[in-house]
């Protein structure tokens, strides 16, 4: 079920407002890039959670580690994984003890929005009311993980709208999604 939530604001300010009202212990991001959202979302988490970002680049991951850990968290907050994406999913359960996460951000390829997703669900890390938030779904847009999202049932869902980060005036939207678990 799609909602439309025409308030254009952050999306930065978005995602702390989400994080706030769920309060997740496990957290997977993907696509750390620098380590900004990163550090933003590791701010808005409780005493004992813990955050798994994944940053394919190299270069990217060794600048996030540096911003990681100047703003103050270790490795027990904020563990740092480089590897592309659907090779990390999979191993999730295996290499990192994860059961199920409580919230993903996804801000990496818009092209791997789709498949990243059905991994999280083929694997089962995601439970009833794990909610994913996915940047930048309408600028440059994700309209495969949108479709998918109209037709598979799985997911109460609705879009935040605001303008892009960065680019006053560019309207760009946020997806706000929680699992409903198999039907």
């Known amino acids: 079920?799609?909602?439309l939530v025409s308030v254009f604001?952050?999306?930065g300010k978005i995602l702390d407002r989400l994080l706030m009202?769920?309060?997740p212990l496990t957290v997977l991001e993907l696509g750390a890039h620098c380590g900004y959202s990163t550090v933003r979302i590791a701010r808005a988490l409780p005493l004992g959670a813990r955050l798994y970002s994944i940053e394919?680049?190299?270069g990217n991951a060794a600048i996030a580690e540096k911003i990681i850990r100047l703003a103050g968290f270790d490795d027990d907050t904020v563990e740092l994984i480089v590897n592309?994406?659907?090779e990390v999913i999979p191993r999730l359960r295996s290499d990192y003890n994860l059961e199920r996460l409580d919230f993903v951000f996804m801000d990496h390829w818009k092209k791997c929005y789709l498949p990243d997703l059905q991994l999280l669900e083929g694997y089962g890390l995601l439970g009833k009311g794990s909610m994913i938030v996915a940047d930048n779904v309408l600028f440059p847009?994700?309209?495969k993980f949108l479709r998918y999202l109209r037709?598979?049932?799985?997911y109460e869902w609705k879009i935040h709208r605001a303008t892009l980060e960065y680019s006053k005036g560019i309207r760009d939207g946020m997806a706000e999604l929680i699992y409903q678990g198999i039907k």
């Open 21 to 23: 009202e769920q309060s």
């Open 151 to 154: 037709k598979c049932g799985l």
């Open 56 to 58: 394919m680049d190299q």
């Open 1 to 3: 079920m799609l909602e």
């Open 9 to 11: 604001c952050c999306l």
């Open 141 to 143: 847009g994700a309209p």
């Open 84 to 86: 592309p994406s659907d």
